[in-house]
């Protein structure tokens, strides 16, 4: 029992267990990046930004500054994608009953049962907001 044969099994399982280790520090296109995962740390603040804590957080989306700038009429006057260089926006979705006022840096008189919350992925800032009566179609249908 000595020769070879658990010699190669050991070597087999080692070289195995070395590659599974290798893959887990590598960059995996489910978690990088450009998916969605990058906007979870930013939730806290979108959170903030609804000043509701009986609201409730139906969709994570990260989108393209330009594809948001088209379809939410208070990011067309923020600054998206500048300050940050970046090319993409966190945007959160929240369910609840929305009052004028109550969303930071939504438009004064909107009011409505969603918001939808913009979030650098870079710096985690607050860059614009909108009170709605539905949710817009170019956050499809992607919840959490």
Do not use: W
Not at 1 to 30: D, E, I, K, Y
């Amino acid at each position: 029992m000595n020769g070879p044969r658990p010699r190669l099994t050991a070597f087999v399982s080692a070289l195995a267990l070395t590659a599974t280790l290798a893959a887990c520090g590598t960059p995996h296109p489910g978690i990088s990046n450009g998916s969605v995962s990058g906007c979870y740390r930013a939730i806290p603040t979108a959170r903030d930004a609804v000043h509701d804590s009986h609201a409730t957080l139906i969709g994570v989306h990260r989108v393209a500054a330009d594809r948001v700038k088209l379809h939410l009429p208070a990011a067309g006057q923020a600054e998206l994608g500048s300050g940050d260089n970046d090319t993409s926006v966190c945007a959160f979705a929240f369910k609840g009953t929305f009052t004028p006022g109550q969303v930071e840096l939504a438009p004064p008189a909107e009011q409505g049962k969603y918001a939808v919350v913009l979030v650098t992925t870079s710096h985690l800032d607050v860059l614009a907001s909108s009170v709605l009566t539905h949710l817009p179609h170019f956050l499809g249908k992607r919840t959490l």
